[in-house]
């Protein structure tokens, strides 16, 4: 079972190139996230999806593009890349609870980590 | 703004010792509360979740939640050197599907 599958591992970008960051699960998770991880920092939201078709912005969207066509892939596009955006980025995915356990803990995938220079 | 706190650490513990880790958080109405180890390197990876106010225990992890206090804490016991690395703790408050998570705490169990 493969789970959270994310490529590339690693990237190096020059300022001003865009990539996209693939992200796709084999688990049938209606939700999907996007994170980044700063050194010394926590776990910062860039976009999720509850769903195919359903897309919203987390804490630090800008310069950041997400689309969300089939419930197993959901990939991260940056537009024109900044030193700013150097980052380790996480997918993850997790299935609706409900109750008091509405929401289920997030399986996460490898990471990507990217260099912008 | 909903905010999740935690002591950066590094926090040391020789081994065989309880470690304790601790969290606190903002928001009254949060309802779920995650723990996640993260080794160096590597992607988060759950150890404990929890959702009502007590102690949930799985093998050498306890989790604790006290709702009116708004903490949640992390008991490891028999630390062991592999339990080496950053816990994460992730707060649920409901009316969204996502979560805040904490900087992290590292910790060190020392041989």
């Known amino acids: 079972n493969a789970g959270v599958t994310q490529t590339p591992k690693f990237r190096i970008l020059k300022i001003g190139q865009s990539m996209t960051l693939q992200c796709t699960q084999d688990?049938?998770?209606?939700?999907m996230y996007w994170y980044r991880q700063d050194p010394g920092m926590g776990l910062k939201l860039i976009y999720y999806?509850?769903?195919?078709?359903?897309?919203d912005k987390g804490e630090v969207p800008n310069g950041y593009n997400v689309s969300r066509s089939t419930t197993e892939d959901f990939p991260l596009r940056l537009e024109l890349a900044a030193p700013s955006q150097t980052s380790v980025y996480f997918c993850a995915s997790s299935f609706p609870g409900q109750g008091l356990a509405v929401f289920q803990p997030q399986h996460f995938g490898d990471g990507t980590r990217l260099s912008i220079l | 703004q909903k905010e999740v706190e935690q002591n950066s650490g590094p926090l040391s513990v020789p081994e065989g010792a309880i470690a304790s880790l601790n969290c606190t958080y903002s928001?009254?109405?949060?309802?779920?509360f995650f723990w996640y180890r993260q080794y160096s390197g590597k992607s988060p990876e759950l150890i404990m979740f929890i959702y009502s106010n007590g102690d949930k225990e799985d093998g050498r992890f306890t989790a604790q939640l006290n709702k009116a206090s708004q903490y949640v804490s992390l008991l490891i016991r028999d630390s062991q050197p592999s339990d080496s690395a950053t816990y994460l703790c992730?707060?649920?408050?409901?009316?969204?599907?996502?979560?805040?998570f904490g900087i992290g705490t590292k910790l060190q169990v020392i041989p």
């Open positions: 688990m049938n998770h209606n939700y």
């Open positions: 999806s509850v769903g195919a078709g359903i897309t």
């Open positions: 928001d009254r109405g949060s309802q779920s």
């Open positions: 992730a707060v649920h408050s409901g009316g969204y599907q996502k979560v805040t």
